[in-house]
């Protein structure tokens, strides 16, 4: 089996389903709606497109894959404040704080949010792609792994090609982020 354009579809879904809802749960004004700001392309290089990438391995009896969610500070920052009730701009300071200590446990704390919304997408997304193969593809995700600085090497563990498709958010216009999908069949 093959990566085919339902699986890029639930990750689209699952990602625009998954941030709505999380930045929603303190109340309709932190809702942060994912937009899409281009056309789905095909990754080339190993660079991530962000300052934080939340890379997810998945593995199946017939299908290998990875999503990797990859966001600019601007974004994680603005997801994080609305999952949190933070106001963006004082998340934004202490995230570019010129106090060291202020600005790491800060990213640390953007970090542990990004990775539990990229599970969340991952799961959501999985689920779907099982219907879809009318239960026959499951897929597992493993944990986890961060990815944070500026220009980070992604070198993920996988034959098949990788589909990125770049997102921004509504109510922030320079918050940028891509989700990456990459599948590769094993008994195919």
């Not at 089996?1 to 004004?29: D, K, W, Y």
């Not at 949190?84 to 790491?104: G, H, I």
């Not at 995700?141 to 563990?157: Q, V, Y």
């Not at 997102?167 to 990456?180: C, N, Q, R, S, Y």
Request: no cysteine; charged share 20%; proline share 5%.
């Amino acid at each position: 089996m093959r990566l085919q354009a339902a699986h890029i579809n639930a990750f689209l879904e699952s990602g625009t389903h998954v941030i709505s809802t999380m930045t929603g749960m303190m109340g309709p004004e932190h809702t942060l709606t994912p937009v899409l700001k281009g056309k789905p392309y095909v990754k080339t290089d190993k660079k991530g497109f962000g300052d934080i990438s939340a890379l997810i391995p998945m593995t199946g009896p017939n299908m290998n894959g990875i999503a990797i969610f990859s966001l600019n500070s601007e974004a994680s920052a603005a997801i994080y404040a609305a999952m949190m009730s933070e106001d963006y701009a004082a998340t934004m300071a202490a995230l570019k704080s010129a106090d060291k200590d202020v600005a790491k446990k800060k990213l640390e704390e953007i970090a542990d949010g990004m990775g539990e919304l990229t599970n969340q997408i991952s799961g959501d997304a999985r689920k779907k792609i099982a219907v879809l193969a009318e239960n026959a593809l499951k897929l597992e995700a493993g944990t986890p792994t961060l990815m944070i600085g500026h220009d980070h090497i992604i070198k993920p563990d996988l034959q098949g090609i990788l589909i990125a498709i770049p997102f921004g958010l509504d109510k922030i216009p320079e918050a940028a982020f891509t989700v990456e999908i990459g599948m590769e069949g094993v008994n195919s």
